[in-house]
């Protein structure tokens, strides 16, 4: 049986369903054709012509024009009641709501599942890209760091060979020769555990009191061989007197690079470091006379594996970077300063405040492992430190004790130590707070409160130290 294809689509755009019970009548309102569903939901049509006597819903409608009844009951289900007329042929369409309903639902839940099945997907598959990312970045991270391993443990290796056929040939002092030789074995360990272990507190060991000047002068005796065989002169002008807390290894790192590859693109003249120290800063200069860098090359400088091109010298583009890399960890930086045909100028720059005797420090913090990390940096040094954990705590140390300085996190359990500035602060000749991450805004309020410094959380142990030099 086949309906116009108006009736059709009226109905069907209302519902989005097709189970319905289709009823054809004549203009006598009498049944001339029923579908399987209605014949199926009301068998009784079949024996029956006349559409009154079958449903007496119909008893009392005047069946000469559309209409519509929803929700009548029969029995089991609940319909939507269309009646229509076309031209003479009239139709009564059920649509049984409640079938439709779950229909609904039924596809409702199956396009949910389908849109969580296809999320689930699409993050498994942008974790699964996440992770092919992070294994081409970790595969690339160990190709760098073994490229920067061979290259660090070279200068060391190259003293060791040299000094080696030096005692051969009996051309040098044999305990000389032992303690340079020694040097470089302690320094190609040092190197080796550092690549290894990334870890920084196991790090935080290695920070010592550095005398830069000596370390200057180890570093020279490394490349002694070197520079006599082009007949340069390496000049030591860092001042003596200049101690810093740091890492004493990245420190040896930095400048073995920076010189290695002084003498190496020097060829008649020399290599001088030399030291100044102005707003807090402490600078090292290391200056060649050698032939110096293109201006395209600068810009490029500290890119990994860029080389001059056309230079004779050839070297791996990575020592540079390695050393830029070491100084940013240790809170300082590294720029070349000048280039020419008369020579290269890098600058190592690092915050630095010359050291005052032993002071007596009262420290506050409420995180306790901070606390006793603190103060077992700053006891190492050899301050006198006593600690507290709260505003009241600080307030009892003070009654009872004379103090040089205050290092105080900024919030404490019981209150912000800014607010009680007035009160405690005048207790101490320099006042230093702490504090995660402070904004430039904040850290101008703290300053115009009157502290001396605001330090940023986390804190690594030259600059803790330094602060308070």
Known sequence: MSLPAAVLNKVYQHYRASDWCIISLNEDNLITNANTTARKHFPFIEL?????????????????????????????????????????????????????????????????????????????????????????????????????LSHEIGNPITAIKGYTQLLSE???????????????????????????????????????KLNPAEMIDDVFNSFHIQAKNKALLLDNQVAPEININTNKTKW???????????????????????????????HIDTIDTGC??????????????SREPNNQVHGNGIGLVISKMLAEQLGAELRLHASGPQGSHFRFSIAYHKPLNSQRILLVDDDHDCLKLFKYYLTQAGHQVKTADSIKALKAKITSNDFDTLISDLNL??????????????????VIVMTANPTADKQQELVNIGFDQVLSKPLQQEQLLNSIS
């Open 292 to 305: 110096g860098m293109s201006t395209t090359f600068q810009q490029q400088l500290f890119t990994a594996w």
């Open 252 to 282: 040896g790192q930095i400048f073995t690079n920076l010189i290695s590859n002084a003498i190496k693109y020097t060829e008649s003249g020399g290599i001088t470091v030399r030291s100044t120290v102005e707003s807090g800063r402490l």
């Open 170 to 208: 009996g051309l040098i002092e044999t305990t000389k020769a032992i303690n340079i030789i020694g040097k470089n074995a302690e320094k190609i360990q040092q190197i080796i555990s550092q690549t290894l272990d990334y870890d920084q507190q196991h790090n935080s060991l290695n920070n010592f």
């Open 413 to 430: 359990s019981d209150g912000q130590v800014h607010h009680a500035y007035n009160e405690i602060c005048s207790q101490f000749s320099k």
């Open 48 to 148: 029956q012509t006349d559409i009154r006597s079958a449903l007496p819903l119909f008893a009392s409608e005047a069946m000469d024009e559309d209409f519509f009844i929803p929700f009548y009951n029969h029995e089991a289900h609940v319909y939507d009641v269309h009646f229509m007329c076309e031209n003479k042929q009239k139709h009564i369409i059920m649509v049984p709501v409640d079938i439709v309903h779950e229909q609904v639902q039924y596809k409702q839940q199956i396009a949910h599942e389908q849109a969580i099945e296809k999320l689930r997907l699409q993050y498994l598959f942008t974790t699964l890209e996440s992770a092919h990312d992070e294994l081409k970045q970790a595969n690339s991270a160990k190709s760098f760091y073994i490229s920067a």
